[in-house]
Every structure is written in C-alpha cells, then in structure tokens.
C-alpha cells in the first residue's frame, strides 16, 4: 500500500501534557495493575496500528508474545514521524514515546478517526514497561531507539536503507508495576478477533512463541461485520441468511449494521464507536432500535402481515433471538456511564436511526426471506413477554402478601447499608446450615440453594420467572432482572457464589453465573459479583492445622513438612463445622475469593454460548480443545 509521508509529518505531532504521574498511579491510565491492566499495554499499541488501517495506509498487523514475556506489534503504516520536533527539539518518535498525550490525533488531519481505548497513549506503555524498543522504517531508512521504564536510554538511531515502511513496538511490562506479567493468548485473541471483524481490510497475525507447539492464529474477513454476526450466531440455528447489512454516512458519521436473528431466546446487541466496544450501549444502540422497530412495523403493515386491528410491535417483541453488530466511527466521540463505555453524542442517535431504517426498509422490500420469520418470532416474544409479566406480578404479589420482599429460606443480616452488606449463595442445605452458624450476623446474610437452578440460556424469560429457585434470588437480592432491574435497589454490594470445589459445584457455579450475566449484567459491571474459594484440603502437622487451595500449594506444603501429616480432601463444603467454614472461606480476614469480571464482552457471550446453549457440536469442540487444561476432575 503507498501513501505520501509527507501528509504525516512532525508538524502533526502536538505535545498537550508531561508523563510524570504514570509510574505512580498507573491505574488512572490503565484502569488497574493486574491483568486487565497487563492486556492493556497491548491494545494501546495495537490500536495505533489499527489507526493506520482506518487511515487507508496499513492492511497487516502482527502481534508476538515473545519467550521471554515481552511482546511485539508491527504494522506495515507510514511509520512514527522521526524528525526533529520544532516545539521539543527531540525526534518526533521520542516525543510520541515519552510525553503523555502526545500524538496527530488530536486535530484531525493525520487521522479523521481514531480507535484506541481512551487514547492514553503508547507514551503510557513506555512509562510502564521495563524496556521498549520501537523499530521505525520511514523515508526509506530504518530507525530504531531503546527506552527503560519511561526515559530514553539511547538516541534515535539511524540505520539501513530498506524499502519497508511501517513501525514495531517491542515492549516488556515492568514487574515493579504489575502483579502478574503472564499474558494469556485467549484475552488478546479476542480482541483481535475482534479488530479484525470491525476493519475488513486488515489482516492480523498473532503467534505465541511461549508455547510448544507454537500458538498460530491468522485472521482476515473479507465480509466485515456481515462476518461477524454469523461468527456471533455460530451453532444457532438462523431465521434467515445472509446477515442484513446496512452501511452509510451522514454528517461526518459513518454507520455500519449487521443484523442477524436466530430460534434462541436472548438478543445480542454489540456496538462500537470507533472500535471501542461500547458495553453499556449509547446514542448508536439507541438509533439502532429505533429504526429496526419503526422498519419491521411500517414494512409488516405495507404488506398487511400487521392488520389494522393488530397493534405494532415494540422494541421489546424485537429483542427475542437478535443478534446485532452496531458501529459508528464519529470526530469527536464522548463517553459516558460506569465504565466510561457508554456513547453519550445526541446527534448520533438521529443519524443512525435515519440510516437504518432506510437502509432496512429497502432491504426488506428486497429480501421476502426476512420479514415473515421476524414478525412471527416477534409475536411469540408477546405473547412470552405478557407471561413474563404476569410471572414477575406473582413474584411482586408473593412479596407484598409476606410483608417483607425477602424469601423466607434468607438468613439476612442486620445492617441494612447494602454498601456494608454480603450475601453468600451456598449450594446446598448442610452447607448453608454451617454458613448460617459460621457467619458474622451483622453484615452477613445466607442464602442456600437446593440443588441447581434453570439453565436460562434455554428458557424464555417467563419460564425463568416461573422457577423457584430463580425467584428466590431475585426477591433476596431485591434490585429485579432484566428490563425490570433497578440497581439502587440492590441489597448487598457483595454477592459470592459459594459451591463445592467438584464438578457438580462447578456445574452450579456455571449455571448461576449465566443467570447474571444474562439477565443481572450491571452487577458484574459494578464490581458486585465473587466467587468463593473454598480450600480442596485440610492437612494436620502435629497440633498445627494449614488449609491448601490447590495441589500445588499441598504439595509444597508436604514437601516442606518435618513430621508426618495427615491430609483431608474436602469433597463438599458440608465436610466443614462453622468454624472451619468461618475461617477459610467467609472470615474477610483470611478469606480467598475471585471478583468475577467482563474484559470481553463478545468472547463471555461466546463462551455461555457454547457451555449452556442447545447446540453439541460447539461444546465438543470447546472440550476436545480445552481438555488437556483441566484441574481438579473428578473421577
């Protein structure tokens, strides 16, 4: 691909801020120090590529985990500008390196659009790696200079001549600055995947050269989002095909749709706006459904599917099996919500909405294979959706007829601040017995299961209320599901899954996982939602007693041991008096748990997908793939 230097030059680079804060409070710029923090380094090098890509002048990116931990992005771009910057008096690579907020992006004319995920910048991964190399080939010579946590440690040095153009990042994150420094292929993968999908033209090459045999993946697709709606509905069975897909630009913002229905229950919405994965949804989202309900109802009534006796249909009757990928690239995007993933620009809504339904009505008149299916799903989903409602009503009626919107197998605490509260769900009635006697009663309270709630991915909603153990959960936790749910009613800012550490515990931890992130998702975005940890042995060296979380951990400690000891294998939380229960799982103390959380909204939906869905066929996949991973089986 040629493209003229000259239009990206070190007249475009603009300084707005220095670098110092970083290396202290690293989570303002990366969001923490752990392995969301860890992933993010790559994805800001990543996204600089990528914004090559969306400029027209790089159609290859690959990315390298290398064997000693460090990784490497190289895209095939114009290459960072390394002439002298006239404001610095330093290379223009070294500025973009070492000052935050340093870039062309800001006033848009080396790049019209931009990814990255709220811009802090490559300057931020320099500052927070123990070494990086950046390798420039521009102007027909290559360059290259070597920065240490942040400051330069060598000039930019000239080269070669090469007729190769583009830039390589190669980076290893600081151990002084992160609790782990193990990338995990599978997180970065996802976001490529992802990339890759959302930019048509591209082409992204990972390896992982950690592993033997090395981890090769390669991806490239051609239909864009139309592609990715299907990779979304893999294993489903599908009302129409091809995916519709509807593009267009107005007012300098460029909307691309792809929407696709399949025979499940739940609907799968993901949008972006400028690459960033907006998971609390925004204007676009908002536009989207708009258009797609005004489409079918105005297309319905044209072709007298809907008779004027029949009332239209509503976004809601719409949700039921859709899967959609919405994605708007904009000037000036502003974000909003918990997470800052939220479009928050007015304009957009309108302007999707306008593209869309245009776009849709003509499809619909084109396409007969579309509408009939749709409007007959929707129909179902009404009819669903008035069960639903009278279900949620008994479940109301239930609350106000006790006198309390508590189930009666709760044992609550007494504090009523839901800031200081915790609830533990236990599987079993022994096990919720010990916890009961266990607990700290003041902010404490227990809610134990008998055997496992409904599979949600395979139930429509009105089924889901109708199940007693569902119900349960929802009237303890008392903040609703759904549609319905109101998260300042939520009792306890603390909720842990506690299951035995076999199998059948798993397989209940599994099961009630996917009734929250299916119908309970902003109590996994607000940081609510723990797993427990309870210990898989109990191992007695003479009078002293240690609890061990893992093999690993046991064999350790048995190595280490100077008498004989015995070893108790926990096979059910049950096994456990009170006091044992007290102190290695609840006592916040000493306590072990897991905050479960969404890095990757598109591979989590996957993954329910695959492990609770009908079809078999993606889940032998998944377990012929996985199988050698596996801890902790039971035989």
Known sequence: MEAPASQYTAKDIQVLEGLEAVRKRPGMYIGDQGPRGLHHLVYEVVDNAIDEAMAGVCDTVYVTIHPEGSVSVVDNGRGIPTEIHAATGKSAAEVVLTVLHA???????????SGG????????????????????????????????????????????????RGTKVQFMPDEEIFSTLDFSS?????????LAFLNPGITIHFQDLRQDPILEKHYHFEGGIASFAEYLNRGKEVLFKPPVVVRGEKDNVVVDVALQYNDTYLERVFAFANLINTVEGGTHVSGFRTALTRAVNDQARKEKILKDKDPNFTGDDLK????AVVSVKLLEPQFEGQTKTKLGNGDVKGIVDSVVYEGLKALLEERADILKPVVDKAVRARQAREAAKKARDLVRRKSAMSGLDLPGKLADC??????ECE???????????????GRNRSFQAILPLRGKILNVERARLDKILSNEMVRTIIQALGCGVGDDFDYAKLRYHKIFLMADADVDGAHIR???????????PQIIENGHLYVAQPPLYRVQEGKTVHYCFSDKELKTLTDKASKRVSVQRYKGLGEMNPEQLWETTMDPANRIIKRVEVDDAVTADELFGILMGDAVEPRREFIETHAKEVRNLDI
């Open 186 to 194: 599978e997180t970065l993968l996802g976001r490529l995947r992802e």
């Open 103 to 113: 870039g062309a992006k800001f006033d848009k004319k080396a790049y019209q659009v």
């Open 320 to 323: 039921e099996g859709l899967t």
């Open 423 to 437: 609830v533990y769900i236990v599987e079993g009635e022994s096990a919720g017995g010990s916890a009961k006697m």
């Open 414 to 419: 007494s504090n009523r601040n839901p800031e």
């Open 117 to 164: 995920l709220h811009g802090v910048g490559v300057s931020v991964v320099n500052a927070l790696s123990e070494w990086l190399e950046v390798t420039i080939w521009r102007n027909g010579r290559e360059h290259r200079q070597r920065f240490e946590r942040g400051a330069a440690v060598t000039e930019l040095q000239t080269g070669e001549d090469t007729d190769r």
């Open 510 to 520: 599994t099961l009630l996982l996917t009734l929250f992130f299916r119908y309970m």
